[in-house]
């Protein structure tokens, strides 16, 4: 498989006035092309620093983070901006939908500035939310609101699906299907995917699962076959 991203001796220090925060000690990872990988750990191992990185929302200390052949870490702002516009798609625990917008508004603002998008249509349609097309985010419920989010993040047929806790704010049922859409997601558009849990349970769904602590990879673990979404309980 191609490797999507290279990371080597990556390292992220925040100055806390007098006090330095070590948020990552010196990482080495790589992401292919069409893969399921779950990053694992207790909140401050690292793993939003690691994927705000590899998104480019924020810079390395230290190391290299390549995106195929792009170096981000000696990337311009300017750079970064065009990157994550044509590269990546984010998914947050926090929906940030535009309330004044519908369903399909929200989809479609990211769709105007896309190179090569998807019909909004077609990307509510990927999430199973055909039927709610024209639905405010106060019409839709958790889950509901969460998989309008990853249709904006996949409507512009990202490379990379970045999710940071998609499922942190639902309970387990709602979770499962908002799972299902970002394993469909990863499957039908073969987006190299990354997903940040605490939730030990979900890292069935993974090709890969990597397990982190206090800014460093304890371990990666393999899995022989993926589970289903539905084949999960937590």
């Known amino acids: 498989m191609q490797a999507v991203f290279h990371a080597h001796g990556v390292t992220k220090v925040y100055d806390m006035g007098e006090v330095q925060v070590h948020a990552l000690r010196g990482v080495d990872i790589e992401l292919f092309a069409g893969e399921m990988m779950v990053l694992l750990g207790p909140s401050g191992s690292g793993k939003s620093t690691l994927l705000n990185i590899l998104g480019g929302l924020d810079r390395a200390s230290g190391g290299h983070v390549f995106y195929r052949d792009f170096d981000l870490t000696t990337a311009s702002d300017s750079q970064l901006t065009q990157y994550r516009r044509l590269h990546v798609g984010f998914v947050f625990q926090f929906y940030n939908l535009i309330p004044s917008l519908t369903a399909l508004e929200n989809v479609a603002a990211v769709t105007e500035i896309a190179r090569d998008p998807m019909k909004p249509e077609e990307a509510l349609d990927l999430v199973g939310l055909a039927d709610r097309r024209h639905h405010f985010p106060s019409q839709l419920s958790g889950g509901q609101q969460q998989r309008v989010a990853i249709a904006r993040a996949i409507a512009k047929r990202p490379t990379v699906l970045l ?36 939730n030990a349970d979900i890292a069935g769904m993974a090709d890969r699962v990597v397990h982190m602590s206090n800014g460093n990879i304890s371990h990666i673990d393999h899995n022989q076959k993926r589970k289903q979404p539905r084949e999960l309980h937590w």
Not at 169 to 188: C, M, P, Q, Y
């Open 163 to 198: 999710c940071d806790e998609p499922t942190g704010a639902l309970d387990s049922e709602t979770g499962v299907l908002v799972l299902e859409a970002i394993d469909r997601v990863n499957r039908e558009l073969g987006s190299a995917t990354a997903v940040i849990t605490h």
